[in-house]
């Protein structure tokens, strides 16, 4: 389980592949304090540390990971948001977050505010009920207020900490970026969803 509050940025240094499985050689600061077996959300997607070697850790993704998140795409030099898993006794500053990326989205738009910038992005309409109006998602793994929400659409506000400390610096109009919609609004959907089954009987 995980924040959405970004810890530090990472690079990724090597990519092998293995049948249809991917693996990463990621650097970063906290590598070295990582220990196999722990999982780590690397932009929002969690994945376990397979070796650590000094400043540098290896991750791997399956196809299943590919094929929904942006990991595909990854090409040595990228920059990578890391989260290490929530303590039981850490505060909840952002909101709860699996490391299960539901989906890719697009930057439709990245506007810079001079003080802040706000980034639209569009989402696949079959996922439109589990966002709300100032409601939390995560994007990259970083936890985000919704607002301008439409029906294949939304906005978020950065301000200069999250932008500077994240890669949605480089983060650019028609980039692909990895979403992960609020654990609590999935059971409430799905508890709907079954409720008017049984209805209907």
Request: glycine share 8%; charged share 20%.
């Amino acid at each position: 389980m995980f924040t959405g509050i970004i810890e530090t940025s990472a690079t990724v240094q090597e990519i092998s592949h293995s049948g249809t499985n991917k693996s990463f050689w990621i650097s970063s600061p906290l590598s070295h304090q990582l220990k196999i077996d722990q999982s780590v959300a690397h932009d929002g997607v969690c994945l376990t540390v397979e070796a650590v070697e000094g400043d540098r850790h290896r991750v791997t993704a399956v196809l299943e990971t590919l094929e929904k998140s942006n990991l595909g795409s990854w090409k040595p030099g990228a920059i990578v948001n890391i989260e290490r898993c929530l303590k039981p006794s850490d505060r909840l500053d952002g909101h709860f977050v699996q490391g299960h990326v539901d989906t890719k989205g697009e930057v439709l738009e990245k506007k810079d505010l001079q003080g802040s910038w706000q980034f639209t992005f569009s989402f696949p309409e079959a996922f439109a009920s589990l966002l709300i109006e100032k409601g939390s998602v995560a994007v990259n793994g970083i936890s985000l207020t919704v607002f301008n929400l439409t029906g294949h659409s939304f906005s978020v506000a950065i301000i200069p900490y999250t932008y500077e400390h994240t890669n949605l610096q480089q983060v650019v109009k028609g980039d692909s970026v990895n979403l992960e919609f609020d654990m609590l609004g999935k059971y409430i959907v799905r508890w709907a969803e079954t409720r008017q089954k049984e209805q209907s009987f």
